[in-house]
Nanobody, 115 residues
């Protein structure tokens, strides 16, 4: 299973971006999907997670600003990011846990927040 992420780019503080990530196959067996991020010199951290039943969990640092959603039939996960701050600058990775198969990571998409 491959995950293809898109939607990264450069934005000014206070701006918005929407990330998308689509699975290539085995869509019917995808359970949890999530976004992680890794800033320069820092460890990768969980941003948001959504279960197959659309239960969501967010890191404290994005609550109220980011929204995760998914289209289960298409094997796609989204991350709507608003009120972006320079501290949100990072490479964002999508993640999926697939039953009977394992875990998959996307290639990463860079988000830069700068004035």
């Amino acid at each position: 299973v491959q995950l293809q992420a898109s939607g990264g780019g450069s934005v000014q503080p206070g701006g918005s971006l929407r990330l998308s990530c689509a699975a290539s196959e085995n869509i019917i067996n995808i359970d949890d999907m999530a976004w992680h991020r890794q800033a320069p010199g820092k460890r990768r951290e969980l941003v948001a997670l959504i279960t197959r039943r659309d239960r969501t969990n967010y890191a404290d640092f994005v609550k109220g600003r980011f929204t995760i959603s998914r289209d289960t039939a298409k094997g796609t996960v989204y991350l709507q990011m608003s009120s972006l701050e320079p501290e949100d600058t990072a490479v964002y990775y999508c993640f999926a846990r697939i039953r009977y198969w394992g875990e998959a990571w996307g290639q990463g998409t860079l988000v830069t927040v700068s004035s």
